[in-house]
């Protein structure tokens, strides 16, 4: 069975940073991509950014490009997504997720998702 755990989400000041974490078990890590999305209050789930453990490849929202680093370790089957200079827009559940990873971070190429981790950032 498929599972995500996503961890590291808490308050931080504008500016601020924050270290998320995913991680996956019941799959061989490098068949899935991972993928990390967002959603805010009242707002719909977006695309953040996604990572395929076997080739290296990245991708980012624009709102986040330069800001937030996702990476893979292979061999711990995590993904953390690091997030600096944080702004308040960027208040959302987080979540981690499996499927395939292409440049437009798209929720319907990824099947498996996780609990979130609430990520708030104060003004």
């Known amino acids: 069975e498929v599972q995500l755990q996503a961890s590291g989400g808490g308050l931080v000041q504008a500016g601020g940073s924050l270290r998320l974490s995913c991680a996956a078990s019941?799959?061989?890590?490098?068949?899935?991509?991972i993928g990390w999305f967002r959603q805010a209050p009242g707002k719909e789930r977006e695309g953040v950014s996604c990572i395929s453990p076997r080739t290296g490849s990245t991708y980012y929202a624009d709102s986040v490009k330069g800001r937030f680093t996702i990476s893979s370790d292979n061999a711990k089957n995590t993904a953390d997504l690091q997030m600096n200079s944080l702004k308040p827009e960027d208040t959302a559940v987080y979540y981690c997720?499996?499927?395939?990873?292409?440049?437009?971070?798209?929720?319907?190429?990824?099947?498996?998702w996780g609990r979130g981790t609430q990520v708030t950032v104060s003004s």
């Open positions: 997720a499996a499927g395939v990873c292409r440049w437009l971070i798209a929720q319907d190429e990824f099947g498996s």
């Open positions: 019941g799959f061989t890590f490098g068949d899935y991509d």
